[in-house]
C-alpha cells in the first residue's frame, strides 16, 4: 500500500435528472452549494467538504479525512432532500461514488487534480446502476466487498427517507439531541423521535461506525 495520505474523493450527481423541468433543474447547483455549505458549518476542517460544481447537475468534492468522510457525506445527503423539497417541491435523489486513496497529482482545482483516490470515485460513479445512491470505493478488494453490502442496505434508506425524515435527521447528525431538534423545527420531541424512528437512525449510525472502524 502506498505510503501516501489517504483522502476521500466524491464524484456525484442528480440521479433521473431528466424527469426535472430545466427551470427547476437550473437552480440545482445552488442547493447542492447551500447544502454543502450548511455541512461545512458544522464541521472540523478535516472533515470538511471542499467542493466545485462541474456542470448543472454533476460535482466534485474532496475531504482530507477518510475516517469523517461518511459522516460529512450523510449530512450532506440529508440536507440535500429536504432542501430541493423546501425550495422546488420534488422529491430529488443523488448518486454519489466516494474512492478513498492517495491524490498523486494535486491541483488547486479539483477537477485538474488525479490519482487513485479520483480514479475510483469516479470509476464507482460510472458503474453504478440506476437504482444505487452510494458506492465508496478502496484498493482494498476486502473492503469494496463489505461496502458494497452496507450501502446496498443504506441505499433503501435513502430512497425511504421522507423529507421530513431527511431534516431530523441532518440535525441528528450534526449532533443536536432531540430537545434541541424539537427547538428547532418547532414541533414536539415524540415528534422528532418518530421521524428518526422512521429514517431508521439506529441504522444510519451504526453503518458511520463500521465505515469509520474499518478505515480508521
Known amino acids: 500500500m502506498s505510503n501516501k495520505p489517504y483522502y476521500s474523493i466524491i464524484a456525484g450527481e442528480l440521479a433521473d435528472s431528466h424527469k426535472i ?3 427547476k433543474l437550473a437552480r440545482i447547483p445552488d442547493i447542492i452549494r447551500s447544502s454543502l455549505q450548511a455541512v461545512n458549518k458544522q464541521k472540523e476542517p478535516a472533515d470538511r467538504i471542499e467542493f466545485e460544481i462541474i456542470r448543472m447537475d454533476e460535482f466534485l468534492a474532496k475531504i482530507e ?5 461518511l459522516h460529512s457525506l450523510l449530512m450532506f445527503v440529508s440536507r440535500f432532500r429536504y432542501e430541493t423539497y423546501k425550495e422546488l417541491k420534488i422529491r430529488a435523489e443523488l448518486q454519489i461514488s466516494m474512492g478513498i486513496g492517495p491524490i ?12 487513485t483516490a479520483f480514479r475510483e470515485a469516479a470509476s464507482g460513479l460510472n458503474g453504478m446502476k440506476r437504482n444505487q445512491r452510494l458506492l465508496i470505493k478502496t484498493q482494498d478488494k476486502s473492503l469494496n466487498d463489505e461496502f458494497k453490502v452496507t450501502c446496498g442496505f443504506m441505499d433503501i434508506l435513502i430512497h ?22 424539537s427547538e428547532e423545527l ?7 423521535n418518530r421521524r428518526l424512528k422512521a429514517a431508521h437512525w439506529d441504522a444510519t449510525d451504526r453503518f458511520i461506525k463500521r465505515y469509520e472502524s474499518l478505515v480508521k
Open 65 to 69: 479525512s477518510p475516517n469523517g468522510a
Open 160 to 181: 425511504n427517507w421522507s423529507d421530513e425524515q431527511a431534516e431530523a435527521l441532518f440535525y441528528s447528525l450534526s449532533g443536536k439531541n432531540q430537545v434541541k431538534i
Open 21 to 23: 423541468s430545466q427551470e
Open 104 to 115: 498523486e497529482y494535486s491541483q488547486k482545482e479539483l477537477r485538474e487534480s488525479d490519482g
Open 186 to 192: 418547532n414541533i414536539s420531541q415524540p415528534a422528532v
